[in-house]
């Protein structure tokens, strides 16, 4: 398992970042932060992306 964070600063001086999980170095799901929404890169990463909403995981973490 893999996770990545990433911040960028945009210019009109917002902030983009994102938080991104993978597996066997194929891309499984992020989460958006300035959306709140999890983005899942097949149809297995959909079931956690369900899931993981529903729980309000991420949501509660970067709020």
């Known amino acids: 398992i893999q996770r990545l964070y ?3 600063l945009l210019s009109d001086r917002s902030l983009r970042g994102s938080d991104r999980f993978g597996y066997d ?3 499984f799901i992020s989460f958006e932060v ?3 929404r ?3 890169a097949d149809s297995a990463a959909e079931i956690t992306r ?3 909403e ?3 995981i991420m949501a ?3 709020t």
């Open 50 to 52: 369900r899931l993981w």
């Open 38 to 40: 999890f983005v899942a």
């Open 6 to 8: 990433s911040c960028e």
């Open 25 to 27: 170095r194929w891309d």
């Open 34 to 36: 300035g959306s709140g």
């Open 60 to 62: 509660e973490h970067w």
């Open 54 to 56: 529903q729980e309000g």
